[in-house]
C-alpha cells in the first residue's frame, strides 16, 4: 500500500466502522441514564442493532474490498483512520454471533423480565457485555497503534470485572491477578509504542509498514508490544491470571472471556507483525513466538487432563488452544510469504481463532448448563448426565471434536491447513506437536464424554434446565461444525486488504 | 548532555525501577505503585519524543501531548479500577499480597 492510497479518505460505508463502535456504547449510555430495570431490554435491542451493523461490514467488504473511517476528516499521520479488511469484517461477524449467542444464553442468570428479581450483578453484566463487545470492534478496526492501545484497554477494563461479578473472595483475587498481568502489558504497550512514535513519526499502521526498518529501536519496540500482548492473550508462559479467572467467573463471562477476549490482543499481534513491521520477522523472532506456542499447547493439554473441575479443564484447553494460533507466525511470513502454502497457513490461524471461539463459547456454555443442573462441576460426578441432559452433551461433544481436529468441524479445516503448511514448508517440528497436541486434546475430551454417557447414574440434578437453553448451546456448536464446510482453499475473504496474497491459489 | 537526552534517561530510569517493583514485590499496593512509576516513566518519554519534533517538519510535535494525556487517563483509570479490587480483597479477606502458593496447577 503506498502512501497515496491513503489520502482516499473516507470510503462510501465507512461510517458502519463508527457504528459498530457506538452502538453498544450507546446502549451504555442509555442503561446508566435509564436506570436498572430496562438494562436487560436495552441490551437486548442493541445486540441486535450490533448483529445487523456486523453482517453489513461483512457484506460491504465483500463487495468494495476495503472500508474506511478517517476520524474528524484529520487524514493520518495527524488524525486517526478505521480500516477494516477482510479479517476485521470475519472477526466482527464471530463476535457479534457469539456475544449474541451469549446474551441470549445470559438471560436466565443476569435477566430482569418474568418477574425476576434486578440486582448490581445483572445490571453489571449487561453493561460489560456492550463494553467488551465496543472494544473487540475498536480493536478489530483500529490503524494506529494508538487508539488500538485505547481498543484493547477497554476490552480489558471491561472483562475485569465480568470475572469478579459474583463477588466472592476468590474470584476478586482472580480479578486482582488478571489486572495486574494486564497493567504490565499494557504499559509495555505503550512504551513501545512510544519507541515507535519516536523513530518513525507515525502510529498508523499503513504508514509505519513503509517506514520501519530492522534496526534496534525498531527490535525492542516490537519485543516490548509482543510480550505486552502475549501477557493479555494468556500465551504460556503468561497464562497464570487465566485459569483462576475462568474457576469463578459466571458461565456467560468465561464464555466472551476465552472465546473473544483473549483473542482481541492475539489479533494486535499479527497486525504489528504482519502489517506494521512486515519487514522485521526474521525466522528467528517467527520460530521463537511459535515456540512459545508450541509451549502453550503441551502445558495446557496436559494440565487439562489433570483437572478435577470441568471449568478448569476448558479453561486450561483455551490456554492449549491459542497454541496453535502462533503457527502462522512462522507458517505464513518469511521465506515463504507470497507462497500459496503461507496463504493456506494464514487462512487456517484464522479458521483456527474463529472455530474455536464458536467451539469454546459452545463448551462454557454447556459447562454452565451441567453446573446449575448439578449444583457442581466435578468431573469425576459426571456420570450418566448425558441422559438428563442430552442436547448439551451432544453440543459438548460437536465443539469437542473441533477442539481435536476431527472432520467435519472448523477446527479440522484449521488443523489440516497449518499441518499441510508445516509439511510444505519443510518444518515438521510444528507438525509433531500439532499432532501430540491433537491427541491431547482427544484424551481431555473424550475424559469428559466417558463420563457423561456412563451407563450408571444419572446424578441427582438440582435443578432442570428449559428445552431451549440447551438448544442455544448446540446451535452455537454446530457453528463451530459448520465452519468444517470451507473448502481447505485459501479463503478469499481472509486475504482481502492483502495485495501480496493475491492470485495465490493452488493450482 | 541535552535537556532531551537527560529528561530520555530519566524516563528510562523510572521505567526500570517500575518494572523491577512490579515483578518483585509481592504486595498488590506496590505493585500498583510500580506501575505508576513505570507509567511515569513513559510519559516522560513521550516528552521528550515531543520535544524532538519527531513527526518531520515540526518544530515541536503536538501528538506525543495528546497522547500523553490519553495515556494518564488511561493509566489513572487502570489504577483506580485495581486499588478499587484491592480494598475488596482486603475488606474480605484482609489480604495484602498476592500469595504465591496458586493458582493451583494439579487439580
Known amino acids: 500500500m503506498t502512501p497515496d492510497a491513503l489520502a482516499d479518505g473516507t470510503t462510501a460505508d465507512g461510517y458502519l466502522l463508527v457504528l459498530s463502535i457506538i452502538f453498544p ?35 460491504a467488504i465483500l463487495r468494495d474490498s476495503q472500508l ?73 478496526v483500529g490503524a494506529d497503534l494508538f487508539n488500538l492501545y485505547v481498543a484493547l484497554e477497554l476490552l480489558t477494563f471491561a472483562a475485569v470485572p465480568l470475572v469478579c461479578i459474583k463477588g466472592y473472595d476468590e474470584t476478586i483475587k482472580a480479578a486482582l491477578r488478571y489486572m495486574l498481568f494486564a497493567l504490565l502489558g499494557s504499559v509495555l504497550y505503550l512504551l513501545g509504542a512510544a519507541l515507535i512514535y519516536g523513530g518513525y513519526g507515525t502510529l ?53 472471556l ?55 479443564l476448558i479453561a486450561y484447553s483455551t490456554i492449549a488452544q491459542i497454541g496453535y494460533l502462533f503457527f502462522i507466525f512462522p507458517l505464513a511470513s518469511g521465506d515463504s510469504a507470497g507462497t500459496p502454502w503461507a496463504n493456506i497457513a494464514w487462512t487456517g490461524g484464522w479458521m483456527q481463532l474463529f472455530s474455536h471461539a464458536f467451539a469454546k463459547a459452545a463448551m462454557f456454555m454447556a459447562a454452565g448448563l451441567i453446573a ?20 448439551t452433551i451432544f453440543a459438548f461433544g460437536l465443539a469437542g471434536l473441533s477442539l481435536i481436529g476431527v472432520p467435519p468441524s472448523g477446527g479440522f479445516v484449521a488443523k489440516a491447513m497449518l499441518l499441510s503448511a508445516t509439511v510444505m514448508e519443510g518444518q515438521w517440528w510444528w507438525a509433531v506437536i500439532m499432532l501430540v497436541g491433537g491427541l491431547l486434546a482427544g484424551g481431555y475430551v473424550f475424559m469428559v464424554l466417558g463420563k457423561a454417557l456412563h451407563a450408571n447414574g444419572p446424578p441427582a440434578l438440582r435443578a432442570s434446565i428449559p428445552r431451549h437453553r440447551e438448544v442455544l448451546v448446540l446451535v452455537v456448536a454446530l457453528c463451530a461444525v459448520l465452519l468444517g464446510l470451507v473448502p481447505l482453499q485459501p479463503l478469499e475473504v481472509l486475504t482481502i486488504g492483502r495485495p501480496e496474497m493475491h492470485g495465490n491459489v493452488l493450482e | 548532555m541535552s535537556s532531551a537526552a537527560l529528561f530520555g534517561y530519566c524516563g528510562a530510569a523510572l521505567v526500570g525501577v ?72 482486603n475488606q474480605a479477606t484482609g489480604q495484602v499480597a498476592m500469595s504465591t502458593d496458586d493458582p493451583p496447577l494439579g487439580q
Open chain 1, 25 to 59: 456504547v450507546i446502549g451504555i449510555l442509555l442503561s446508566m441514564a435509564l436506570g436498572g430495570r430496562h438494562v436487560e431490554r436495552i441490551a437486548l435491542i442493541f445486540l441486535l442493532a450490533g448483529l445487523a451493523v456486523a453482517i453489513a461490514v461483512f457484506a
Open chain 1, 68 to 140: 474506511i473511517y478517517v476520524v474528524g476528516n484529520w487524514e493520518p499521520p495527524l488524525g486517526i483512520a478505521l480500516r477494516a479488511d477482510g479479517v476485521s469484517a470475519a472477526m466482527m461477524l464471530t463476535v457479534a454471533v457469539v456475544i449474541c449467542a451469549t446474551g441470549l444464553y445470559a438471560r436466565s442468570e443476569f435477566g430482569q423480565t418474568d418477574g425476576k428479581v434486578s440486582t448490581r450483578g445483572s445490571y453489571a453484566f449487561w453493561i460489560l457485555l456492550l463494553a467488551i463487545w465496543s472494544g473487540l470492534n475498536a480493536v478489530a
Open chain 1, 204 to 256: 498508523d499502521i499503513a504508514l509505519l509498514s513503509n517506514r520501519v526498518q530492522p534496526e534496534p529501536v525498531a527490535w525492542i519496540a516490537a519485543a516490548l508490544m509482543t510480550t505486552g500482548l502475549l501477557a493479555k492473550t494468556a500465551l504460556f508462559p503468561l497464562h497464570l491470571w487465566l485459569p483462576p479467572a475462568h474457576a469463578g467467573a459466571p458461565a456467560p463471562g468465561s464464555t466472551v
Open chain 1, 258 to 312: 476465552s472465546a473473544l477476549v483473549v483473542k482481541g490482543s492475539f489479533i494486535l499481534v499479527v497486525r504489528l507483525w504482519f502489517d506494521a513491521m512486515p519487514g522485521l520477522l526474521s525466522f528467528a523472532a517467527a520460530q521463537l513466538l511459535a515456540a512459545l506456542g508450541a509451549g502453550a499447547i503441551l502445558f495446557g493439554s496436559v494440565l487439562a487432563l489433570r483437572q478435577a473441575r470441568l471449568k478448569l
Open chain 1, 372 to 391: 446449575e443442573a448439578l449444583g457442581h462441576d466435578q468431573i469425576a460426578d459426571l456420570r450418566g448426565i448425558g441422559r438428563t441432559l442430552p442436547v
Open chain 2, 18 to 89: 517500575g518494572l523491577f517493583g512490579l515483578v518483585t514485590h509481592p504486595e498488590v499496593l506496590r505493585k500498583i505503585l510500580a506501575f505508576n512509576l513505570l507509567g511515569s516513566g513513559v510519559f516522560l518519554l513521550f516528552g521528550v519524543i515531543a520535544r524532538r519534533g519527531a513527526a518531520a517538519g515540526l518544530a515541536a510535535d503536538p501528538v506525543p501531548q495528546a497522547l500523553v494525556i490519553t495515556g494518564i487517563v488511561v493509566a489513572f483509570s487502570a489504577t483506580a479500577m485495581a486499588v478499587a479490587l484491592l480494598v475488596r480483597l
